[in-house]
C-alpha cells in the first residue's frame, strides 16, 4: 500500500513536507500514500480517495494522533471548506473522468493562499492536461518538476491557491 519508492519519498519530503503546524489532505491515496513520510510533519493529516473501501485500506492509521480518514462524499461538507494548507494527491488524478470538477471540489478545501500539490505520470501530456485545468481553476504560481518512478516519467506540480 504504502509507496517504497525511497526517490518519490524524498521527492515528497523536499517539495511538499509542510512547516510544522500545517494541515493537510491526500487526495487518492489508495494505491500509494505519504502518510508515513508526513505525519511527523504536521499537526493534521487527513486521508480521503474515492474508492469507497479506502477506509478499510488505510485501518492501520485509525487512532494513530493528527490522522483522519475522510470518505470522499463527505468532502462536500461545510466543515472541511479551507481547512487545509495544503491539499496534495499523489497519483490520484490520471483517468478521473471530470478532472477540473475535482480540481474545483479540491480547491474549496484549501485555504486562502494554500497549494495544491499533484504528483501522477506523465503518459499522453497528463502534465500539461493538469497545468491548463489548475489554471482554469484559478490556481496560480506554478512548479512544474519532472521524475522518474517505476521507470516510468512522473510530473510534480504544485500551485497556490
Given at each position: 500500500?504504502i509507496?517504497?519508492n525511497?526517490g518519490?519519498s524524498?521527492?515528497?519530503?523536499?517539495?511538499?513536507?509542510?512547516?510544522?503546524?500545517?494541515k493537510l489532505?491526500?487526495f487518492?491515496?489508495?494505491?500509494?500514500?505519504a502518510?508515513d513520510?508526513?505525519?511527523?510533519?504536521?499537526?493534521?493529516?487527513a486521508?480521503?480517495?474515492?474508492?469507497?473501501?479506502?477506509?478499510?485500506?488505510f485501518?492501520?492509521?485509525?487512532?494513530k494522533?493528527?490522522?483522519?480518514?475522510i470518505?470522499?462524499?463527505?468532502?462536500?461538507?461545510?466543515?472541511?471548506?479551507?481547512?487545509?494548507?495544503?491539499?496534495?494527491t499523489?497519483?490520484?488524478?490520471?483517468?478521473?473522468?471530470h478532472?477540473?470538477?475535482?480540481?474545483?471540489?479540491l480547491?474549496?478545501l484549501?485555504l486562502k493562499?494554500?497549494?495544491?500539490a499533484?504528483?501522477d505520470?506523465?503518459?499522453?501530456?497528463?502534465?500539461?492536461e493538469c497545468?491548463?485545468q489548475?489554471k482554469?481553476?484559478?490556481f496560480?504560481?506554478?512548479?512544474?518538476?519532472?521524475?522518474?518512478?517505476?521507470?516510468k516519467?512522473?510530473?510534480?506540480?504544485?500551485?497556490?491557491?
Amino acid at each position: 500500500m504504502i509507496n517504497s519508492n525511497k526517490g518519490l519519498s524524498a521527492l515528497i519530503e523536499a517539495e511538499i513536507v509542510p512547516e510544522f503546524g500545517k494541515k493537510l489532505l491526500e487526495f487518492g491515496s489508495c494505491g500509494c500514500s505519504a502518510a508515513d513520510t508526513l505525519i511527523t510533519k504536521c499537526d493534521c493529516l487527513a486521508l480521503t480517495d474515492k474508492d469507497p473501501d479506502f477506509l478499510e485500506k488505510f485501518s492501520s492509521f485509525t487512532g494513530k494522533p493528527g490522522i483522519q480518514l475522510i470518505p470522499d462524499s463527505e468532502l462536500g461538507e461545510d466543515c472541511y471548506f479551507g481547512r487545509f494548507h495544503l491539499v496534495y494527491t499523489l497519483f490520484g488524478f490520471h483517468g478521473l473522468p471530470h478532472l477540473v470538477d475535482e480540481i474545483m471540489r479540491l480547491r474549496r478545501l484549501i485555504l486562502k493562499g494554500g497549494k495544491i500539490a499533484v504528483i501522477d505520470f506523465a503518459d499522453d501530456n497528463f502534465a500539461d492536461e493538469c497545468t491548463r485545468q489548475l489554471k482554469r481553476c484559478g490556481f496560480q504560481n506554478f512548479n512544474i518538476r519532472t521524475f522518474e518512478t517505476e521507470g516510468k516519467e512522473a510530473f510534480l506540480i504544485t500551485a497556490e491557491k
